[in-house]
Each structure stands twice: as structure tokens, then as C-alpha cells.
């Protein structure tokens, strides 16, 4: 069917095409002939193809335009005869004998034209008559065409100021006037359009409408590029009546398409200056329309004026924009009561982009904003429409984008009352934007108050409390958005101790209650970032005159950690914990230091049974414990002796051979006189040796091969470090004898790692010989 009237259609517009061009032939011949009454005969012929009524708008534009080509050349013709002596008033009475009323009108337009040029009649005398005469086309479709024509032709003659059309007798009111009678004229014509027809078409004739919305805007671009249009003749005649029209004819594409061109046509400067006017009238338009759209665009438009001008912005202060606006948009609202959700949000995101970009000095204005739009969502629970919901991120966002720092954002109390209404999901979305903002403006969080309120925005990343059930989250994406809190957590600090202690324990209180997957990630540097505290008062002497004492800190430090080996996470609370001992080390605090190791090294006997992972956690536990000067001799041997014992227990020779000769470590510190036992040194050495031996042998019964000769080597090494130190149990003899011993090992050619790591050692020595001074006569006692 649809494809049946489309041919059909082409078959009317190719017959009146032709029957156009054939009777157009005749009028150029009458034309080249200079006989007038059979040029107006042709002519009305040619123009009565456009009394059809069986084409669509976009076929009779096709149709229009082969008219509107001829008619300029019948126009010119026309003032040719004029100049040859045909009275022009004659001319257009002459034109009115015409038969039919659409090709009789079209040719007092033509003829209305020259008549205007001649200037032997005031403009807008001819401009009334001719405005006047169109009412009696009342068909939509050849009405506004025919109107259309009226505008195309008088465009550039109507009495303007610094036109040639102006005097005393025409003024620029008399143009101003003749545009609206015209645009209101077409406008009630385009309406009229939706009315014609069933009720079936209708998505057709909306099709049709739009099609044709261009004719009659295009009389509010003419009066914008009127110069006579000032600011005060825009408020006081021209937005008044085109405002008027729009509201009176209840049409929901004309009001939303004359509303926008309204908005895009005028100058910045006058929608500034009769903001009131125009929003005055967005509550009377029809509920269907799209405001959300218009006062959008009218808002970007004001926020660019004010980009691109700041001698302007005083201006927005003085007429009140924010206000006006903030109180339009509140009744549009109120007056469109089924309003979607997504429209209030948008306009609202929109109002705050405006706000942010006029007015960012107002934080007030601002959360005004924000507040606003609480009270609309306020009764609407989580927010389920996808659009809204990224919409309201955009809005959430836009403080972030403009401010570039969180710290201004926290300072609008209605902030997180909007986050309140997004969804889990979207919550976690919102964190992230907020997190990522303030690393990139490494932007510092410096009191307790604002942490707080920085992680009541940010909630849906630290606790899982009000996920729904089955929610599953992706694995990857955990790990990201946990990671980026963990980098959040050292932007968060103040160099004073009493504060930065305020501030863990606000992080403490939201880690520990937001499940125990999370801790592993924010435990350590929540740790690390109050051990910065402690460093940071250590270094201001601090704690003698602090309330919170560094003995407090420690205890809240051991209570963090311990949440960690249920997580279950043992491996890092064992690091934390060494850590913790090594700061307590460093602010003297003996008992303190003692009770992390001991925490320790029970997590070591109770929860690291892997032997890869004991070897490590030795190494860490020996590593800091050399470095501990606050023990006393008691606690120092009670803790050594642990480690030694625990070095003994290794599943794996060659680890339980390293781990005690790395012991020796641990009797002789060359900067403390207290701690230099070298019978104990040569004790561990020694030991070390004879478990070599013993992974030697064993190597041997397993294999039929004497085993590896690395470790011989390592110890050797360690005799040397030792007796370079100057240890006294550590002699020549000892270091010569384990020299001989590997130097007769049957494996050493067969191991040509073990071979270059023997040769390496050797050359050391031989490089030490070399030096003068003690060093050098040492090892020159030692022969190899």
C-alpha cells in the first residue's frame, strides 16, 4: 500500500512537472516578447500545478522550487515593464484578474515586490495588503508555502533601519509587525496540519510537520537579523507575541520547536535580559513537551556567553539568571506532574553545569542545586532507569570536573544525599570517579571531618553490607577498585599526629565493618600510613607532650593487624607485624617491639607451613631483628634463639644451612659493642657447615653424587665477611682448612656455577690483598 502511494506520487509530481515546465516554455517565450498579458496568462497556468493536493510536503517543495525560479524571472520582467512605462499600481491590479485565488496570490506577491522597489506606495502598506491577502489560502500545505514565498520575496525589503525602504512613513515597528502577522498566520496553518486526516496517519503527519518546521522559523530568524530589533523592542513587542502564539496554540511540536528556535536565533545578551519572560512561559506549554531539552540548550547557551565574555558575569548577579532559572525549572516540574525522572535530573545536571560555570565562587548556589534535586527524588527509592542514573553520575561529577578538587566538593552538604539514591552498582561507579579525581589532583585530605564525609560518598567501594544477594562482582574489577582505595588511604594525612590519628581510626571503624575480603588490600597501607604518624611525631618530639601517646598507636596498630589472619592473610600480617616492631624499635619502645615479634613468630609457628614461605619469613625475621637496638639482653637472646631454633627446623638442607649461617648476623653488630659474640658467630658458622655436609651426604645416597659444593662456598664467604670484621674466633686456620675442603671436592668441575662462584671468591681475596693498611694484612696472612 505505502509502496503503491509513493509511485503514485511520483506519477502526479512528474505530470505537474511537466505541465510546470510546458506552460513556464510559454511564459519565457511571452517573456522575450514583452507581451505581459500573456506572461501573467502562462504564468497563472504554471502556478495553478501548486493547487494540488495529492503531493507530500517534500514533493510540493519540489514543485515550489521550479515556481519560485520563474517567478524571479517574472519579477524582473515585471520592473522592465515598469521602466518602460507600465504603471506599477495598474500592474498590480492587473495581477489580481487572475482566476484561481493560490496563482492570483502568488503573483501580487511578485507584483507587490516591484511595487515596494518603486517606493511609489510606503512599504508597509503594500506588506499589510499583501499579509492580509494570504488569509485567503487556508489549505495548510499550500498555505505556508505560499507564506513562505511572502517572506523569501520582502526579506530584503522591509523598512529596517539604515534600509532604503526606511522613512518617515515606514519604520522598523512596521517590518517588526509584518514578520509576526506573517509567522502567526503560518504557524496556525502548521498546526492545523495535525487536525487533517484519521487518527491512524497521524505519526505520518508529525512526520510531515516536521518536515515543514523551517518555514516558519524562519520568520524568527528574520526578525533576529532585523538591526532595528533592539533589547527593548525584543522584550516589550517581539518575545511577548511570539511567546503569546506558542502558548495559545497547544501544539507539542510547535511549541517545542519555536521555544528552541527562540533560544538559538536571539542574541545571548537579550534571553539574559528577559530570562523571566521566557521561562515565564515553559510551565503554560504542553506537558508532552520536551522542556528538559530546551532549558538545557538555553542554560549551555548562557554558560557559554559567560565563558566567553567575563565582563557579562556581573550581569548574571544583577537579573537574578541562577534564581530564575533554579525557580523555573521548580515549577515546570510542579506543573508537568508525571514528569520522568530522567527529565528532572537532566534539568538539574544541567542547572549545576550552569551554575558551576557562571558562579563558581557560589558554592551555595550550588548545593541549592543538589538540594533541589534531593527533593524531587526524595519518595522514589533507588533509582532503576539506566538514563537517570548515568545522568545523575554527570551531575554528581560535574563539581569534580570543575573544581578539580574533592575538598570543595565535601563542603556541599547536599552531595551526599544525591549518592544516596544511586544503586550498588553505580555507587561503586561514583566512588571510582571520585577516588580518580582526587589521585589526579593528588589532592590532600587533611582532617577527620572531611575523611568522614569522604567515605560516606565512597561506601559502595569499602563495605559490602547492602549488596544484594547473588550480586557477583568480577574478580579483576574487585581488585581494581580495592587497589585504588588502597592508594586513596595515603592521600589522606596530616603532619599533626593527634589528627592523623583521628583520621586512622575513622578508617579503621569502615575497614573492619566492610567485610573481610577487603582487608587485604586496605589493612597494609591503612599501616603503613599511620606508621608515617608515628615516624612524623617521632621526628617533631611529639610524643612527650601528645594525648595520644605512641603507645596507643602501637596497640591501635595491633588490633588492625589481627584482623588479618582470619581473613584469612597470615602471611601479610606477619610482615605488617615485623614492621611494626622495627617503628616501635625506633621510638624506644622496648615491650611494645617484643609483643610484635612475638606476634610474629606465633603467626610463624601457627600459620605459615609452607616451605618456600618459611624460608622467606625467616629471612625477614633475621633481617629485622639484626636491626633492633632496643632489646635487652634477655629479650634479644630470647628472641635470637627462637630464630636460630626455627632456622634448624627448615624442611630443606640447603634452607636450614642458609638460614643458620645467616643467624651469625645476629651475635655481631661492628656498631654495638653489646652484641659481638664471636664464640656464637663461629657456633652458627660451624653448625652451618656440618648441616652442608649432612645435605652433602644425603645428596650422595639419593643421587650417587657427591651433591653441589654451593653451599661450602656461601659459608666461606661468611668466614670472610666475619673475618674481615675483625671477629677473633674466626682465624686464618679455619678460612684455609674450608679453602682445602672445597678445593678437593670431586664435584667442583662438574659444577661450573659452583666453579665461577669458588673462582669469584678468590679473586676477592686476592683483590683485599692488595690494599694497604689492616684489610690488606689480614688477608695477607691467609694462604690459598
Known amino acids: 500500500m505505502i509502496a503503491d502511494g509513493s509511485e503514485d506520487e511520483e506519477k502526479w509530481l512528474a505530470a505537474g512537472a511537466a505541465a510546470f515546465k510546458q506552460n513556464a516554455f510559454y511564459m519565457q517565450r511571452a517573456i522575450d516578447s514583452n507581451n505581459l498579458k500573456d506572461a501573467l496568462k502562462y504564468s497563472a497556468q504554471m502556478l495553478s500545478e501548486l493547487r494540488t493536493s495529492k503531493l507530500s510536503p517534500h514533493k510540493y517543495y519540489d514543485l515550489y522550487m521550479r515556481a ?326 554527570s551531575l554528581l561529577s560535574a563539581p569534580l570536573e570543575k573544581y578539580n578538587d574533592v575538598v570543595t566538593a565535601l563542603k556541599l552538604t547536599n552531595y551526599p544525599l544525591v549518592v544516596e539514591y544511586l544503586d550498588t552498582e553505580t555507587k561503586r561507579i561514583m566512588a571510582t570517579v571520585i577516588i580518580r579525581s582526587i589521585m589526579k589532583n593528588n589532592t590532600l585530605i587533611t582532617t577527620a571531618e572531611k575523611v568522614e564525609a569522604l567515605f560516606e560518598l565512597i561506601k559502595g567501594l569499602i563495605s559490602d553490607l547492602d549488596e544484594p544477594q547473588g550480586l557477583e562482582v568480577d574478580e579483576d574489577d574487585f581488585e581494581e577498585e580495592q587497589n585504588s582505595v588502597a592508594r586513596l588511604i595515603h592521600m589522606l594525612y596530616n603532619d599533626d599526629p593527634e589528627e592523623m590519628f583521628k583520621i586512622v581510626s575513622i578508617l579503621k571503624k569502615h575497614f573492619l565493618t566492610g567485610g573481610p575480603k577487603r582487608l587485604k588490600f586496605t589493612i597494609p597501607p591503612l599501616v603503613v600510613s599511620t606508621l608515617k604518624a608515628i615516624a612524623s611525631g617521632r621526628r617533631q618530639s611529639f610524643w612527650k607532650e601528645a594525648s595520644v601517646t605512641a603507645t596507643k598507636i602501637f596497640q591501635f596498630l595491633n588490633q588492625i593487624i589481627e584482623a588479618l589472619p582470619n581473613v584469612p592473610s597470615p602471611d601479610l600480617a606477619f610482615r605488617l607485624y615485623l614492621q611494626c616492631a622495627e617503628a616501635a624499635n625506633k621510638c624506644d619502645e622496648e615491650p611494645i617491639a617484643y609483643e610484635f615479634f612475638t606476634q610474629a613468630y606465633i603467626l610463624y609457628e601457627e600459620e605459615i607451613s609452607d616451605s618456600k614461605a618459611q624460608v622467606t619469613a625467616l629471612q625477614l625475621i633475621i633481617g629485622t631483628l639484626q636491626r633492633m637496638h632496643v632489646f635487652g639482653v634477655e629479650n634479644r637472646d630470647t628472641l635470637t634463639h627462637k630464630a636460630t631454633g626455627y632456622s634448624a627446623k627448615l624442611l630443606k638442607k640447603p634452607d636450614q644451612c642458609r638460614a643458620v649461617y645467616a643467624c651469625s648476623h645476629l651475635f655481631w653488630l661492628e656498631d654495638r659493642e653489646t652484641i659481638q659474640d664471636g664464640e656464637r658467630v663461629l657456633l652458627c658458622l660451624k653448625r652451618a657447615l656440618k648441616i652442608a655436609n649432612s645435605a652433602q651426604q644425603m645428596a650422595n645416597t639419593a643421587r650417587g653424587s657427591t651433591g653441589s659444593v654451593t653451599l661450602f662456598i656461601e659459608i666461606l664467604n661468611k668466614y670472610l665477611y666475619f673475618y674481615q670484621k675483625g671477629v677473633p674466633q674466626i682465624t686464618v686456620e679455619s678460612v684455609e682448612s674450608l679453602i682445602k675442603l672445597i678445593k678437593n671436592e670431586e664435584s667442583m668441575p662438574s659444577d661450573p656455577s659452583a666453579e665461577s662462584f669458588f673462582a669469584s671468591t678468590l679473586q676477592f681475596m686476592e683483590f683485599e690483598k692488595q690494599k694497604e693498611g689492616a684489610i690488606g694484612e689480614r688477608y695477607q696472612e691467609i694462604k690459598v
Request: charged share 25%; net charge negative; with cysteine.
Open 68 to 393: 519560485f525560479d520563474e517567478l524571479r524571472k517574472l519579477e524582473i520582467f515585471f520592473l522592465e515593464e515598469t521602466r518602460r512605462g507600465c504603471s506599477v499600481i495598474e500592474l498590480y491590479e492587473l495581477v489580481q484578474h487572475a482566476g484561481n485565488i493560490l496563482p492570483r496570490l502568488y503573483l501580487l506577491c511578485t507584483a507587490g515586490s516591484v511595487y515596494i522597489k518603486t517606493k511609489e506606495a510606503p512599504a508597509k502598506e503594500i506588506l499589510k495588503d499583501l499579509v492580509e491577502m494570504c488569509r485567503g489560502i487556508q489549505h495548510p500545505l499550500r498555505g505556508l508555502f505560499l507564506r513562505s514565498y511572502l517572506a523569501q520575496i520582502s526579506r530584503d525589503k522591509l523598512p529596517d533601519i539604515g534600509s532604503e525602504y526606511e522613512g518617515d512613513a515606514d519604520t522598523v515597528t512596521d517590518a517588526v509587525e509584518f514578520v509576526l502577522l506573517n509567522f502567526t498566520e503560518m504557524n496556525k496553518l502548521w498546526v492545523r496540519m495535525q487536525h487533517q486526516g484519521p487518527a491512524r496517519e497521524k505519526e505520518r503527519r508529525d512526520k510531515e510537520r516536521g518536515e515543514l518546521r523551517d518555514l516558519v522559523g524562519k520568520n524568527l530568524h528574520v526578525l533576529s537579523q532585523l538591526e532595528g530589533v533592539d533589547l527593548d523592542m525584543y522584550r516589550d513587542t517581539v518575545l511577548p507575541r511570539v511567546l503569546e502564539q506558542i502558548v495559545n496554540c497547544r501544539d507539542e511540536i510547535a511549541q517545542y520547536y519555536l521555544i528552541d528556535c527562540i533560544i538559538q536565533v536571539f542574541p545571548d545578551e537579550y534571553h539574559l535580559q528577559t530570562l523571566d519572560v521566557l521561562l515565564g512561559a515553559c510551565p503554560q506549554l504542553q506537558p508532552s513537551v520536551d522542556i528538559m531539552t530546551v532549558l538545557s540548550r538555553l542554560m549551555e547557551r548562557l554558560s557559554n556567553y559567560a565563558a566567553l565574555n567575563a565582563e557579562v558575569l556581573p550581569y548574571f548577579l544583577q537579573v537574578e539568571a541562577f534564581s530564575k532559572l533554579n525557580n523555573a525549572i521548580g515549577k515546570v516540574i510542579e506543573a508537568q506532574e508525571d514528569m520522568p525522572i530522567l527529565s528532572a535530573v537532566t534539568l538539574y545536571s544541567s542547572l549545576l553545569k550552569f551554575t558551576l560555570h557562571v558562579h563558581p565562587d557560589r558554592l551555595d548556589y550550588a548545593d541549592q542545586v543538589l538540594g533541589s534535586c534531593v527533593k524531587q527524588l526524595s519518595g522514589k527509592g533507588k533509582i532503576d532507569d539506566t538514563r537517570a542514573t548515568k545522568e545523575l553520575v
